[in-house]
């Protein structure tokens, strides 16, 4: 009878803290400050772990290239913007045979698709997607994204 008793408190701790844990899992924060981007998979597989986590992004610095996946991943209600973030958007490219870089129009066109029409106009407005970086920033990003503030602990999202 005593072992019962004892294996039922037992269970009760642990689904204790396992929930508590799942709560603070939730609560917790990724900052992004200096990412300059990489390959698209990565990054897609990254922001998809982000979202699943139930983790909040910060973006107080730059996120460009792959790094602006984000937008398109993470719920725009979990995404909030500092007066420092800048989003940087360009082409996809792929390195040609002679060692240029040659934008991939279908990842082009995929990157595009997963960003949220506001973010679409935007850069439709600008001349879409080209080799040359946009960026935006300041009031035009903050009509788009909640103002955050840095006060929550935050971890670096590389």
Not at 20 to 31: F, I
Not at 55 to 76: N, R
Not at 132 to 149: E, N, S, V
């Amino acid at each position: 009878m005593i072992s019962g008793q004892m294996t039922r408190i037992v269970t009760g701790l642990l689904a204790a803290v396992f929930v508590l844990g799942h709560v603070a899992a939730s609560e917790a924060v990724v900052r992004i400050g200096e990412d300059r981007g990489g390959r698209i998979g990565t990054y897609i597989d990254k922001f998809e772990a982000v979202r699943s986590s139930g983790q909040s992004v910060i973006i107080d610095g730059l996120c460009a290239s792959a790094c602006t996946i984000v937008l398109g991943t993470v719920p725009h209600d979990r995404i909030c913007v500092t007066s420092h973030a800048a989003l940087g958007f360009h082409a996809a490219w792929d390195l040609g045979s002679n060692g240029r870089t040659v934008i991939n129009s279908e990842a082009t066109h995929m990157l595009y698709s997963m960003y949220p029409s506001a973010v679409q106009r935007w850069i439709k407005q600008r001349g879409g997607l080209t080799k040359r970086m946009i960026f935006l920033r300041g009031r035009q990003l903050a009509d788009m994204y909640r103002p955050c503030y840095l006060d929550a602990q935050a971890s670096s999202a590389r």
